[in-house]
């Protein structure tokens, strides 16, 4: 069973449109939520989290949102540039999960195309 | 640069065989994490070690195992290798205080079992 599940699989956009990335859960249990980008051939790097006591958090040209009741959440780009384009993770923690145990789970990723 | 290296990068083994991957943790960082990154997927939480022990462990059977050291690099050892074993194979560490300091990850080994 699928806790994290990023349903498009590829999302293509024009250079300085926004890009939504969409991501949903299913554990009540995950509290901190984060976005990894990957290119190819490198490993995942950081890019934002939020708390689930926020509702959005911002980062220059990117923004997360979360909608707690919904299970949902989402990454805006804007504006959308084409070094963006990177295949994005959405990942869950449970943080009262046990002690310092940092078991993220990951959906199945979303590849974003930005084109010039 | 991440901080975290990884070693090999490629490697082809054959199925029934073991296999020995290699992290060289972050520059203070003292908890390791393996993640199993299959075609389509996204990663996978193996298991994690804080100060050379496993204190977190994924569904994954005991053929998986580990080891910390004390400078906190870290193996994956994977016995009797299976043809579903091949995947990305993925180190990430951190210096503890989970909020303020996410995941650092290498750029992953790639294990083929044919």
């Known amino acids: 069973d699928q806790q994290v599940k990023q349903n498009s699989p590829s999302l293509s956009v024009q250079e300085g449109r926004i890009s939504i990335l969409n991501c949903d859960y299913t554990?009540?249990?995950?509290?901190?939520f984060l976005w990894y980008k990957k290119y190819p051939a490198e490993g995942p790097t950081f890019l934002i989290s939020i708390s689930s006591i926020k509702d959005k958090n911002e980062d220059g040209r990117f923004t997360v949102f979360l909608n707690k009741s919904a299970k949902h959440l989402s990454l805006h780009i804007v504006p959308s540039q084409p070094g963006d384009s990177a295949v994005y993770f959405c990942a869950a923690i449970g943080t009262n999960s046990g002690g310092s145990n940092y078991k993220l789970t990951f959906g199945k990723g979303t590849l974003l195309t930005v084109n010039p | 640069e991440t901080g975290v290296t990884q070693s090999p990068t490629h490697l082809i083994k054959t199925r029934g065989q073991q296999v020995t991957l290699r992290c060289s943790s972050q520059s203070g960082h003292n908890t390791v994490s393996w993640y199993q990154q299959a075609l389509g997927q996204g990663p996978q939480f193996i298991f994690q070690y804080y100060r050379e022990e496993e204190n977190g462990r994924g569904n994954f059977p005991p053929r998986f195992s580990g080891l910390q050291f004390p400078n906190y690099s870290s193996e994956l050892n994977v016995n009797a290798l299976e043809l579903d074993d091949s995947a990305l194979y993925l180190c990430?560490?951190?210096?503890?205080?989970?909020?303020?300091?996410?995941?650092?990850f290498g750029n992953g080994t790639r294990l083929t079992v044919t």
């Open positions: 554990n009540s249990m995950f509290d901190y």
């Open positions: 990430a560490t951190t210096g503890g205080g989970f909020i303020d300091s996410p995941l650092h």
